[in-house]
C-alpha cells in the first residue's frame, strides 16, 4: 500500500482553506466532506443552537447530564430486540425498554477491543494517535498520557461533577487513572476482567486457565515461580478523589483473590454507581455520570447458583444481572426526577469474545468475528441514546457513527466545545444533528479501523475494503466488501467495485496518512506501576520488584 500511496503530492497535507473556521481540526476525509456539505451543516448548527438553547432555558439554563454506560465484548444484536432477545433464549427487559425510549444508533463502530475503544470515546482521538491501541493483561508501565484531553476535563470545565464507576483499563500508572483524567471520584480496577476472574485459583480449578493454581498441576519440574501472574498479587479496586493518590479497597494482605471476590466487587460498582446518581442528582449543577461494568465477562460459574435462561451461558446470566442493574438506576432516575434532562447512552465497546463461544452464551449473530478483529463483529456494536422529549423516541438511523463521535457530541450538548483541543486531529465528529434531527442528518460516511497500529479496513458508506495485515499490493485486486448485501463480508466483489472504487479508496489512504505525517501520533506516559496507590499489600510490593528486575535483566 505505501508504495503505491507515495505517488501522491505532498501538497494534500496541508490543511484545506475552506477549514478556516474549524476551530477542531480533523482528519482530512472530514474535510471533503465539509466542501461539498458545509453550507447546510452551517444552517443546521444555527438551528441546532437555537433549539439548544431553548432546552437549556427550561432547565433553569442549566445543560443535560450525561450518563454513559459502556458494557463489555457484547456483540451487535445481543441487547435491545425481543426478537433477538428470543432468538439467542434469554431477556435484556430493561435494555429494550430504553431502546424504544430513545435512538438505535444501528451502525455504530467501535475499536477492536476494550482500551481502545475506551480511549476513542474518553479523547475523542483514535487510539493509534497516542499509542493506547493494545489491550494490556500484566504490569505495563505506560497508560493514557496526561498531555490527552478527556471528556471529564472537557465537560469539568463547563461546570460539570464527573464520577466513574467500574472498568477503566488505560494503564496502571497514575496519570492514566480516571481521577486524574478530570473525574472528581473514581471507583475502578486497576487491571481488567483477564486478572480479575481468570488469573486465580478458581478459575485454575475450572480450567478457564491452564497452568496456574495451587492444584492442578505438579510443580517439580518448576524453576522460574515469576512466570504466573497471580491476581492476588495485583492491586484489584482502588477508590480516589481528583488528583489525590487512591486506596486500595476490599482486599486484606494474604488474602486470596477468588471469583467470590471479583462478584463482589461487580455488587460493590453497581451500588457505587447508584450511590454516585443520588449524590450528584442531589447538587444543582449538571453531572457526567460513567458506569463501565466488568460483567457480563467472567470465567468460572463458581458464583452462579441457578442458571435461569434457555441459553444457560455463564456471560449470558451475568448479562441478565447487568440489565436488572440498569433497570435499577433507570427507576432511579424517574424517582430522582432527573430522568427528563439526562442524556443516557447504553452501548457496548466491541465485539464477543469469540474465544469464550459457545459456553459464554454469545457466538457472532449478525456479523462476523469479534474482540480483536476488524471484521465487522468486532468493530460494530449495540449503541442506544435516550433523551427525553429531545431525541425521537423509537427512532432508529441508519448513519455511520463511530466511538469518538460522542466526545465531540456531548462536548457540544453540555456547551464546552469550547474546551476541545485544537492543536491535534480529532477523529470525532460533531452528531448533534442526527441526535435532535433524526437519519440522514449524519456528519460520517467513513471510519478507518485499526488493529493496535496496523489499519486493517476501510469504510466508506456501504463499501469496506481489506487490508490484511495493514498492507496491499494492487488495490484493484484487494477484497470489496458491499456491507448491506453481505454482512458477514464473505463474498468479495474485488472487480465490481475495484475497477471503480480502487484509486479513491487509495488517495482516500493517502490523505488520512499524509494527515498523520503533519500531526504525528504521540506517545503515552511511562512511569512505574501502582504509583500513587497509598496502601500497597507487601505482596503487591513483592510482585513490583520481580518485575523491575525482570525489566532490568536485558541489560546484565
Partial sequence: MNRLLTTMTLALMAAPAFADDAPIVHDAEYY???????EKWAEEDAALDAALAEIRARNDGKPPNIFYILIDDIGFGDLGSPTLNAIRGYKTPSINELASEGMRLARMYTEPSCTPTRVAFMTGRQPHRN????????????????AEVTLA???SEAGYNTSHVGKWHMGDIQASWPNFQGFDYAAFPVHQQGQLTIYHDDAADEEVSIGIGDNNYNDRFTLDRWFRTDASRLVTGVEGTRNEPVQEVEMASGERWTEAKYHDMNVRYQAQAMAQLRELAARDEPFFLQYWPLYP????RTTTDQFTTPNGGIYVEKMKLVDQWIG?????????????????????DNGHFTKYSPQSGY?????QGGKGKTTEGGVRVDAFVRWPGVI??????????????????LARLGGASGSIPT????????QTSLLLNGEEHGRRDYVFLYNINKLEAVVKEQYKLAIPGGSIENAILADFYDLFRDPQEKYPVSTEIGAWGSAKFVNMLQRHLMRKQKYPDMEPDVGMPYDGVTNLRPETQAMLEEWLFMRKTPEQ
Fill in 392 to 409: 425521537e423516541a423509537n427512532s432508529v438511523v441508519g448513519d455511520m457513527v463511530h466511538v469518538s463521535d460522542l466526545f465531540t457530541t
Fill in 297 to 300: 465477562l467472567t470465567g468460572p
Fill in 131 to 146: 499509542g493506547m491501541g493494545n489491550t494490556q493483561v500484566e504490569l505495563s508501565g505506560f497508560g493514557l498520557a496526561d
Fill in 423 to 430: 492543536d491535534r486531529v480529532i477523529d470525532g465528529i460533531d
Fill in 363 to 367: 457466538t457472532p449473530m449478525i456479523f
Fill in 328 to 348: 435499577g438506576l433507570m427507576s432511579e432516575m424517574d424517582t430522582l426526577g432527573v430522568a427528563d434532562n439526562t442524556i443516557v447512552i447504553v452501548m457496548g
Fill in 153 to 155: 476535563e472537557v465537560l
Fill in 32 to 38: 471533503i466532506l465539509q466542501a461539498q456539505n458545509g
